[in-house]
């Protein structure tokens, strides 16, 4: 199976994965909420069953994960990116201020997270879980005695991830992969992951968050708060304060940009390319460059290469960049089996 035939999966119809890319630790004890609001860097304003995106940062003001801050009773679930789970539990104990008491449980060993994503993916969930699933807000989650459901996923597509103990995990995965035979369903990778969640403007922390760029420079500002500190908050202020300051900005490139490529506007750099990918349906290359803030616009005009001399068309564009299907997607109405019966808008938008 190749890359296309996976994206087409997750943009089309329904996509499996596991997400072993992911840890994830539950916080136990009576401080597990003020523990997590204390290391995270947005203010969480959690409610029971509900999931927050949010940050850790290092001490230089950098994203050291990405994850969902879960609030599961008095309990805490992390499903973190960029840590395996004992840097996850290091991280807490390291910056989790001593007055919080709280059991740190790594549930990477013991657990699975699978997930699926795609338009159609609400309709799949709906008949292993029941229709209640399908009125699930985004970013909410609930417990079954089999498995955690959680309503997310960085596609732009229907998502849900199932946290499974080990035990239970092989079953559930053949269920699932029996049952995908309606839906033409297709085991996914991470390239394919990463790449739709580029198309749809979700960060990586994998990609741009190991670029050396901080929160502010890479568009994270909804994920930060000045009402409180967290590790890393005294950097960020200090990165305020600079007069010339850089955005990651999206493009598109006709020219094979790669990360180093300088960004040039009348012969002068005023950026650089940090990732560059190249999409499958766009039939273009994405580029998400660090531009000098006066400039970080959508509808400008730029060229991108290793000299003004050497360098291509880049258009700089406001994501996301796909029409996603799941965005025209109504449950009480469609359903895969009728899918041609409909007629939707190219998934793809127009550009220059």
């Known amino acids: 199976m190749t890359l296309n035939d996976e994206i087409q999966a997750i943009r089309y119809r329904v996509a499996f994965s596991r997400m072993d890319y992911v840890s994830v630790l539950r916080l136990v004890g009576e401080d597990a909420y003020d523990l997590t609001e204390a290391l995270c860097s947005s203010d969480l304003y959690l409610r029971d069953s509900q999931m927050r995106h949010t940050l850790w940062l290092d001490e230089s003001g950098q994203p050291a994960a990405d994850l969902y801050a879960c609030l599961d009773d008095e309990d805490v679930l992390l499903l973190v990116e960029g840590m395996d789970g004992a840097q996850a539990a290091e991280y807490v104990r390291r910056f989790g201020p001593a007055e919080f008491k709280v059991e740190i449980r790594d549930l990477t060993e013991s657990h699975e997270l699978l997930s699926l994503d795609g338009p159609y993916a609400w309709e799949m969930m709906a008949e292993i879980a029941g229709p209640g699933v399908i009125g699930m807000p985004f970013l909410t989650f609930y417990n079954d005695e089999a498995w ?30 029996e049952m995908g035979g309606r839906f033409d369903m297709q085991t996914v990778s991470l390239p394919a992951l990463d790449l739709c969640a580029l198309e749809n403007w979700f960060f ?4 741009e968050g190991r670029s050396g760029a901080n929160p502010i420079e890479l568009q994270l500002q909804w994920r930060l708060t000045r009402r409180k500190s967290f590790p890393g908050s005294e950097a960020l202020d200090a990165a ?20 180093g490529d300088g960004v040039w506007l009348a012969g002068s750099r005023i950026g650089e390319v940090i990732r560059a990918e190249p999409s499958l349906l766009l039939k ?12 970080a616009h959508p509808g400008l005009e730029m060229a991108v290469g290793a000299s003004a001399a050497e ?13 996603n299907r ?3 997607i109504q449950p009480q109405k469609h359903s895969y089996r009728s899918r041609d019966e409909f007629i939707y808008p190219d998934i793809v938008r127009e550009f220059p």
């Open 284 to 295: 273009r290359r994405i580029v998400l460059a660090l531009i000098d803030e006066r400039l």
């Open 311 to 323: 360098s291509g068309r880049m258009l700089t564009v406001s994501p996301p960049l796909f029409n």
């Open 240 to 259: 305020r304060a600079k007069a010339e300051r850089r955005r990651l900005t999206c493009a598109l490139a006709d020219a094979d940009a790669k990360p």
């Open 148 to 177: 955690t459901c959680f309503r997310a996923g960085k596609t732009g597509e229907f998502g849900y991830h199932l946290l499974v103990a080990k035990e239970n995990a092989g079953r559930l995965q053949s269920r699932l992969l």
């Open 204 to 207: 990586s922390i994998r990609h």
């Open 326 to 328: 799941s965005l025209f």
